[in-house]
């Protein structure tokens, strides 16, 4: 199942705009290795959902994970072929903004090579530049 926030205070937000620049969330807190953007990007639920099974299927429950982000931006969409006006469309999926330098994963795990190994499948996923950090 998809993520999405159990409650929000409104049900649709206004447009939005491409991230710039970050000034939180570019260091670990939890762990030893982590994940890190190097571009800015909209990252939607589904996308974050992948990247949760492909990290669970490397490493085979060998280490511990966090996930700095979440999807809590809605988008709607209008169904096809409908006539303007008649108001906003309805909600049709959720995404989060990633700046460049967040950190997206942190994974706590003994060995350094599968850390490496299970962050970089992560990485082929993603439809921007992310690089492998120690601490």
């Known amino acids: 199942m998809l993520l ?16 710039k620049l970050n000034k939180v969330k570019t260091h670990l807190v939890y762990s030893n290795y982590a994940l890190v953007s190097r571009e800015s990007a909209l990252l939607n639920a589904a996308q974050l959902h992948s990247m949760i099974m492909t990290v669970k299927r490397v490493l085979k429950r060998k280490g511990k994970l966090w996930f700095r982000v979440f999807p809590h931006i809605p988008v709607t969409k209008k169904p096809l072929e409908v006539r303007m006006g008649k108001g ?4 049709d999926h959720w995404i989060t903004k990633i700046y460049n330098g967040s950190v997206l994963i942190e994974l706590e795990c003994d060995s350094s090579l599968l850390a490496r190994s299970s962050l970089m499948s992560v990485s082929k996923k993603l439809p921007f530049k992310t690089s492998f950090i120690t601490q």
């Not at 159990?6 to 991230?19: S, V």
């Not at 906003?88 to 909600?91: N, T």
């Open 4 to 19: 999405k926030p159990k409650k929000t205070k409104y049900k649709k937000h206004h447009l939005y705009k491409k991230p």
């Open 88 to 91: 906003k469309g309805a909600v």
